[in-house]
């Protein structure tokens, strides 16, 4: 894996897709058709964006689960073990963040007890951020376009009742719908049809 040169934004999608395919595609090969249909949505939203954002965008969704893989998972939260791994590797700081905090990790991490870790990173808390989680929440484990209320009872099926995972996402889903319903307006107001 060639490493990411300092300011090499012009490469960075593909510098993404060839990690992310590296880490995930063998060992994790549902995963890895997640994020590539979370990366589809990603473009699809990056039209919101300047090209550097929409950049930024598609290569956040396709690593924003390589915290998954078994070579680099370290503390078991993805999230965490994903942005440890990508600032090793010379990602830009925004990438990371992203990475970091996608999808409210900043609760799952309050559950877990790992805030602190996490807080390394800040959420940016911008459009580019709610629309990766849109991409996250809107896509399935197979890869398939899906709505984020689906999404989420699939989460808590996936996971069964008990699991840490089906309760950080019941305590979450208030914020993951409001960044997809931000994101969705957004949409609207810019006259781009997703679907
Ligand atoms: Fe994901």
């Not at 699809?44 to 290569?59: E, H, I, M, R, S």
């Not at 990602?91 to 559950?111: G, I, K, N, Q, T």
Request: a negative charge.
């Amino acid at each position: 894996m060639r490493a990411l040169g300092v300011g090499d934004m012009d490469g960075l999608v593909p510098w993404a897709t060839d990690l992310a395919r590296s880490l995930l595609s063998e060992p994790c090969p549902s995963r890895w058709e997640h994020v590539r249909g979370a990366a589809s949505q990603a473009t699809l939203a990056g039209k919101l964006f300047t090209p550097v954002d929409a950049d930024l965008l598609v290569a956040s969704a396709v690593l924003h689960d390589i915290g998954y893989a078994p070579s680099l998972a370290c503390t078991g939260f993805h999230p965490l073990d994903g942005a440890v791994y990508l600032e090793a590797a010379g990602a830009p700081p925004r990438l990371c963040a992203l990475v970091a905090h996608h999808s409210y990790a900043y609760l799952e991490a309050e559950l877990r007890g790992m805030t602190a870790s996490l807080a390394r990173w800040t959420d940016e808390m911008t459009p580019v951020r709610d629309a990766l989680w849109w991409a996250d929440m809107t896509t399935t484990p197979k890869g398939q376009a899906t709505n984020v209320l689906d999404r989420i009872e699939e989460i808590q099926k996936r996971y069964g009742p008990d699991n840490l995972v089906a309760f950080f996402v019941r305590q979450a889903a208030p914020e993951l719908i409001a960044a997809v319903e931000r994101t969705e307006a957004r949409f609207r107001t810019a006259s781009i049809d997703v679907r």
